[in-house]
């Protein structure tokens, strides 16, 4: 190669080499412009939502408050299932709140603080003097008198986003001793020292699993861990590794530390409820242990720190002996760094889990059902599941409680019994008689439906439910009174169709003339149809209506025998109007609705109107007590003693495809109803279905005896049950019964027999 060849060579690697520096360089620079731009957008992306905004946060709803008062009457075991529910704890001296002494008198209980729309109350410890499960005293500890100890409502379920995240957002002064020291214990040891990324944080955490033979540290920081929860996903690619560390250095950066810990406390993943997700301590510790996190001990601690490792695979519901397994090596994490001592340690570890006993899992969704519908008509979705609103509603646990047993009991044994009634539902409403709140929802006889609500969304043919609204409008027109006479004789109607309708009664027999109460307490077709012919069917159905039904109804014959397809709730509405002495009031479910702050955003008042007159509505009432005592209802007896008052109706459709029965006992509205899925014949009446069931259910309720306020122009009267006739209270087989004074019977001073 020739010398100028050679020259020439040189000169061109050199030249190349010039611009290839030139390329590296602009890329560079590029490079450098782009990560510029890519941080501003990254610290822009987390001021935004740190600083804005952070959740969507369900409303909360919440039951009623237990109030406790003297001289109140408790079902049994009501109280003790109450303070379960609401995560109390049994101790030998209750020293704290959330906690409850059994005494030699009844229980201390140390209640805690609630935001009740009124204002702030705080927790009292209060003496609580039982009889029994009658209260026979209530004062306080320090010993002054009390009028009402009034606990913290229950949380019955959340109105949640569409991503189903739920959380209870909590501050660091919410937090127990210990939680802290053991959360950074255990996750991020050198958290208050690091710029939110730590490489000798990672070599740490690798040695610590080494010696310890299992995973007891992550490499990540807390911070970290913020930002892929917070920002990020937890998919494993190489971007959010990338972006992972700036983004953790960015938040470092810009806020404290206890700021950044606040919003770990409340973002961290704790573990699946069915499709809700559980997020943050606060709710962590409410889902395990049905308590707030500041009542919580050390072991329970330890147990909550444990889960972020891994929340499905340590959930203790689920796997109690992986969960225990992990919580006392946190424990012994705890005695390492010299936290706690061994002693310590070693008792912690001895401890149980601790769970709590009550089921955090859509107790109540057929109430939940209705609690979204009446919520949906005054406020948007969007402030439903992301504004952090209170829902205060009607909802009694005891009372759900003991209908979603009754059900579920009852069912249990017709299914043993009868063997073609696959597919069996049911449903049951419970109302408060004075106020017409609803205390209880059963959407299906199992308590968990799966989209179908049979007590809201079912319509079926209700019978003979209907036939106490025919003497109603009976007694309205003021032509009868309970002793009037009716033939039972039978009774043949053309139809538009040319064909004949001929009711006949469930025993095929004719029984003459007997007395208008009669025909309802003996639940006669044929003399019920003869009655409200003679009242008007259009009337018949114009009094049903002003009692809550809505929907139009053919005036045909057939609805005097129950042809009206209605919902257990559309019922137990009806009934409840009769309850409340002929005063309509909409069933209702939502008492108030605040701001998490407290701050109240709507009343729901009741609108009360009379539909029908007092002097009507106490006969009737009567006539069904009759029902309950001596008639087709009075199975209910084998469940209540004699002496409590129940006023009641059983209903059986066409080829027994549903069984009901509605009433009322003390201050309780039900209505229960059963049939198959595909309304197919069972062999199920209203009295061998349904009755069993509103049976157990009232047996399980307190009773507090309704008060009968007899209207000054009706008296009772001593009566033939014959002839109609008064006669002398000694003479045998009569019957009392009200009427109008101005309608007072003949008087037959012989008995008239």
């Known amino acids: 190669m020739s010398k100028q060849r050679a020259r020439n060579k040189v000169r061109s690697n050199i030249s190349l080499g010039w611009i290839s520096w030139i390329w590296i360089f602009k890329l560079t620079t590029v490079l450098l412009v782009l990560g510029v731009v890519a941080l501003i957008y990254l610290d822009a992306q987390i001021r935004h939502r740190f600083e804005g905004h952070r959740w969507s ?27 379960t529910q609401l995560g109390y704890r049994w101790v030998k001296q209750a020293k704290a709140p959330g906690q409850v002494q059994k005494t030699n008198q009844g229980m201390i209980i140390y209640s805690r603080g609630f935001r009740f729309v009124g204002g702030d109350e705080q927790g009292h410890l209060v ?11 209530l004062r306080q500890t320090s010993g002054a008198s009390i009028a009402v100890l009034r606990l913290e409502p229950q949380l019955v379920g959340g109105i949640y986003p569409a991503h189903n995240e739920d959380r209870e957002l909590i501050q660091l002064d919410d937090l127990p001793n210990g939680f802290i020291e053991t959360l950074l214990a255990v996750e991020d040891r050198q958290y208050y020292s690091h710029y939110g990324v730590s490489p000798w944080g990672i070599i740490r955490a690798m040695w610590a699993n080494i010696k310890a033979g299992a995973v007891v ?23 959010r590794k990338l972006i992972e560390a700036p983004m953790a250095l960015l938040l470092n950066i810009h806020y404290s530390k206890d700021e950044v ?20 301590f606060g709710l962590a510790s409410r889902f395990y242990f049905g308590q707030p996190v500041s009542e919580l001990k050390l072991h329970q601690v330890a147990l909550l720190v444990g889960l972020v490792k891994g929340p499905s695979y340590y959930n203790p519901k689920r796997h109690p002996k992986r969960a225990t397994k992990r919580r006392n090596l946190v424990l012994s994490v705890l005695a390492q760094q010299g936290l706690i001592s061994e002693t310590q340690k070693t008792n912690y570890q001895a401890l149980p889990l601790d769970l709590t006993e009550a089921n955090q899992v859509s107790r109540y969704p057929a109430y939940m059902d209705l609690v979204r519908q009446q ?8 402030s439903l599941s992301s504004h952090g609103l209170r829902i205060f509603t009607s909802l009694d646990p005891w009372v759900q409680q003991q209908a979603d047993k009754a059900m579920l ?19 049951v409403v419970v109302s408060h008689r004075d106020s017409g709140e609803l205390l209880a929802l059963v ?3 199992n308590g968990g439906y799966a989209g179908h609500n049979w007590a809201l969304d079912e319509s079926r043919q209700v019978g003979s439910l209907l036939k106490p609204i025919v003497h109603l409008a009976a007694l309205e027109t003021g032509r009868y009174s309970p002793n009037s ?51 008007g069917v259009d009337k018949v159905l114009q009094q049903l209506q002003r009692m809550g039904v809505e929907q139009t109804i053919p005036a045909y014959p057939s609805v005097l025998l129950g042809a009206v397809e209605m919902s257990p709730l559309q019922v137990n509405q009806v009934y409840q109007t009769i309850a409340s002495n002929g005063f309509y009031s909409p069933l209702s479910i939502v008492r108030q609705v605040t701001e998490a702050n407290g701050r109240l955003l709507s009343n729901f008042p009741f609108a009360v109107r009379q539909v029908a007159s007092n002097e009507s509505i106490y006969m009737l009432q009567h006539e069904m007590r009759l029902v309950a005592s001596q008639g087709t209802a009075k199975g209910v007896y084998r469940y209540l003693p004699k002496q409590q008052k129940v006023a009641a109706k059983t209903g059986t459709t066409n080829d027994q495809k549903d069984s009901w029965f509605a009433g009322f006992s003390g201050l309780h509205v039900a209505t229960v109803w059963l049939g198959r899925e595909d309304a197919k014949p069972t062999p199920l009446t209203g009295a061998g279905g349904a009755l069993n069931i509103w049976g157990q259910l009232m047996q399980n309720l307190a009773y507090a005896q309704d008060e009968d306020i007899k209207p000054q122009s009706v008296a009772h009267y001593y009566l033939n049950r014959v002839t109609g006739e008064a006669i002398p209270d000694k003479c045998p087989n009569g019957v009392w019964l009200p009427m109008l004074k101005t309608s007072a019977p003949s008087f037959n001073a012989s008995c008239g027999y």
């Open 57 to 83: 946060l369900p409303a909360k709803v919440y039951a009623r408050p237990l109030e406790l008062f003297t001289g109140q009457q408790l079902a049994q075991g009501q109280l003790k299932f109450e303070l």
């Open 127 to 137: 003496e609580v003097n039982l009889v029994g499960d009658k209260i026979v005293g």
């Open 217 to 239: 540290q992550g490499g990540s920081t807390l911070t970290q861990q913020l930002v892929k929860n917070f920002y990020l996903t937890d998919q494993q690619t190489l971007w």
């Open 261 to 280: 810990l606040e919003v770990y406390l409340n973002e961290v993943f704790a573990g699946q409820s069915g499709k809700r997700a559980i997020h943050g």
């Open 375 to 382: 919520l949906k008509q005054h406020y948007q979705a969007s």
């Open 409 to 427: 009991e009852q069912v249990g044994k017709l299914k043993q019994r009868y063997s073609n009634i696959e597919g069996l539902q049911g449903a």
């Open 443 to 445: 959407g299906d006889y």
């Open 485 to 535: 006479i009716i033939d039972d004789a039978p009774i043949a109607l053309p139809q538009p169709d040319g064909s004949l309708w001929q009711p006949q009664n469930y025993d095929r027999k004719s029984h003459g003339k007997v007395p208008m109460y009669e025909t309802l307490v003996k639940s006669y077709n044929q003399a019920n149809v003869r009655l409200g012919l003679d009242v």
